[in-house]
């Protein structure tokens, strides 16, 4: 048979098959209608199993056979455990997903917080400068007005 690997079939075009995969049940059946995922195939045996997790169905798995062939419980059992690997691997995945997206938005929040300290550091920077050299100013001036009020020969030893 060729391979549909990818190929999506819509809810709606087999709403008995989706009633038992939204329950989370497998089920085993032979289509005796022209097959949706293979059109150009006779009438083939169907496992389908559920892919879910505790937050329900996250998709199916579909696996066929010739008609005449039947699903034996050891292939039942792999397709299931394959079905729950995929489900562990679709929740890591959204997990990393998510995570992905929360690292994002706090390096874009870093960002911001650099930006905005930046800006209030150039801001207090000027203003702080001008303090600082009123301030220097201010003691220069107090020192000169210090020396000149000392008497005469005490200004001169301290000049020396």
């Known amino acids: 048979m060729p391979p549909i690997q990818g190929l999506v079939i819509p809810m709606a075009s087999l709403p008995e098959v ?16 022209p097959n949706p995922a293979r059109p ?4 083939t045996a169907i496992l389908s199993c559920p892919i879910f997790d505790d937050q329900g169905v ?21 397709v299931q ?11 890591q995945a959204r997990l990393y997903q998510q995570a992905q997206i929360q690292v994002k938005a706090l390096e874009e929040l870093n960002h911001l917080k650099d930006d ?13 400068a001008n303090m600082k050299m009123a301030i220097q100013m201010l ?3 107090t020192d000169r007005e210090k020396t000149r009020s000392l008497p005469q020969n005490f200004a001169d030893g301290v000049r020396s």
């Open 18 to 33: 989706y009633q038992q995969l939204l329950k989370c049940q497998y089920f085993q059946f032979c289509m005796t209608i």
């Open 40 to 43: 150009t195939c006779k009438q």
């Open 58 to 78: 996250l998709g199916d798995l579909w696996v066929f056979k010739e008609k005449e062939e039947i699903f034996n419980d050891q292939e039942i059992r792999l």
């Open 81 to 91: 455990q394959v079905a729950n690997q995929c489900a562990i691997a679709i929740r």
């Open 116 to 128: 905005f300290l930046s800006t209030v550091s150039h801001e207090l920077r000027t203003p702080i």
């Open 139 to 141: 003691k220069l001036s």
